[in-house]
């Protein structure tokens, strides 16, 4: 790998990609720690804390990368967009105007990528007016006046829309997915807290016996789950593709067989960051709102705090882990159908003379390839599902409070290895050896 990565450095172009996604990192993590004019930040660190006792933030402390229970300008991060992002996918579905808009090919995304900057805007604004009122007059202000309030306001919404330029500039000028990698570096910076967190709990002052077999548990359950992501995100199913011969000129030209690589995640980690982010929306409503919900209520919150299931004592929270499934299931279908057009693929082979063999061109190879794409597809969903559910399985059986749990590792094991992937296809057309060929 090393090797390779000096040969990716020799390379002007990936040089100069690679380089400018570190120093856009750099500025995310430094961003992290400036804080906002006007604000008690003790007093929103002590907040943050009793609610960490619940567990009910640790999926958007992880996602912050600390930066909200720190009050900096990058409080919301790019939750906001996230959440916009859902929202304008899930619209799709309901906006004829919208699923056009999806249709009409990069044009269309252009279309739709702008609504989402602008809602991704309205809701960081939303949030930021609606943290103010919440607890401006209960000491999270230094002072309730005009002039901390709006620092308080712009500061949020400036912040949330500022990160959301960084990811799609590093997309458009660096290596990998912008927003994946602003949301990487966010989960790796809470790493080293965690990993404290997990060792003072379970290793220090055990005995030797206890401390060896918990540090031992503690490493399987991540590296199982880091191989799994990896077998997950390489399983491809080929679907063979030949070509008819024909004459060119006076030569016959064709004939030769390729495939059509499906991944069986094709999806990635969206299903988990949208349902992960759908999960927590109430939990963070319910704490913000400074109101213990009460009967059927705090049951039903308890059900989706993934720090709940699993817990023999409460098996009742353990439901909320069938919804989470369901969510997972329904984005990866979901965000395939956005991605992979079977009609697109079977029009442009139909074009260039290609046929699946044993399938008609046309519809039936539209249907064939609807087929294929719904039970990978659901293989990959499920897998995704496994892969998440075993560490948080464990934290739920003994009792680990973290932030770094099942949707964390995959992210980060997932979000690097696209991004290695997009580094090895640029160096390929470099006829450069990859990473993942090695």
């Known amino acids: 790998m090393l090797t390779t990565l000096r040969n990716a450095l020799k390379i002007k172009d990936i040089r100069k990609r690679i380089l400018y996604t570190f120093m856009m990192m750099v500025v995310v993590r430094l961003g992290s720690q400036l804080p906002i004019p006007g604000v008690n930040r003790g007093y929103f660190a002590q907040w943050f804390a009793s609610q960490q006792a619940t567990g009910a933030f640790n999926f958007f402390s992880a996602f912050t990368g600390g930066s909200f229970e720190k009050m900096s300008i990058f409080a919301l991060n790019i939750t ?35 609504i989402t900057r602008f809602v991704t805007v309205g809701l960081a604004l939303f949030e930021s007016i609606a943290m103010v009122i919440g607890f401006g007059r209960s000491g999270l202000l230094q002072a309730v006046n005009f002039v901390n309030v709006m620092s308080v306001i712009v500061a949020l919404t400036a912040g949330s829309a500022f990160l959301m330029w960084i990811g799609e500039q590093i997309t458009e000028k660096g290596v990998g997915n912008g927003i994946s990698i602003v949301l990487l570096i966010n989960i790796i910076s809470r790493l080293p807290q965690d990993l404290s967190a997990l060792f003072n ?51 016959l030209v064709g004939g030769q067989g390729t495939s059509i690589p499906l991944k069986v995640n094709t999806a990635g980690v969206i299903p988990v960051i949208f349902a992960s982010s759908l999960m927590s929306i109430p939990q963070m409503i319910v704490a913000f709102l400074g109101k213990s919900p009460q009967g059927a209520g705090a049951v039903i919150v308890g059900m989706l705090n993934q720090n709940n299931w699993f817990n023999f004592q409460r098996p009742v929270y353990s439901v909320g882990m069938l919804l989470y499934i369901v969510l ?19 029009d442009n082979l139909k074009k260039q003379g290609g046929f699946v063999p044993g399938i008609r061109p046309g519809k039936p190879t539209v249907e064939y390839l609807s087929k294929i794409l719904g039970y990978i597809v659901f293989i990959g969903a499920i897998g995704l599902t496994i892969v998440v559910l075993i560490p948080i399985f464990f934290n739920g059986v003994f009792g680990a409070s973290v932030s770094f749990g099942g949707t964390s590792l995959i992210i980060i094991v997932g979000v690097i290895l696209e991004t290695l992937q997009s580094i090895e296809s640029q160096m390929v057309v470099r006829n450069y050896k990859g990473f993942l060929s090695e």
């Open 80 to 114: 906001p967009y996230i959440t916009s992002s859902i929202i304008i996918q899930l619209l799709t579905i309901a906006i004829p105007q919208l699923e056009e808009m999806q249709r009409d090919g990069a044009d269309g995304r252009k279309k739709l990528q702008n």
């Open 328 to 346: 997972i299931i329904f984005f990866a279908y979901f965000y395939t159908s956005i991605t992979f057009n079977p009609i697109e693929v079977a």
């Open 201 to 251: 709990s379970y290793v220090f002052n055990k005995t030797i016996a206890k401390g060896t077999l918990a540090a031992i548990i503690i490493i399987a359950i991540i590296v199982l789950t880091i191989v799994l992501v990896i077998i997950l995100n390489d399983a491809v199913r080929k679907i063979p593709v030949q070509y008819a011969k024909k004459m060119q000129g006076r030569r």
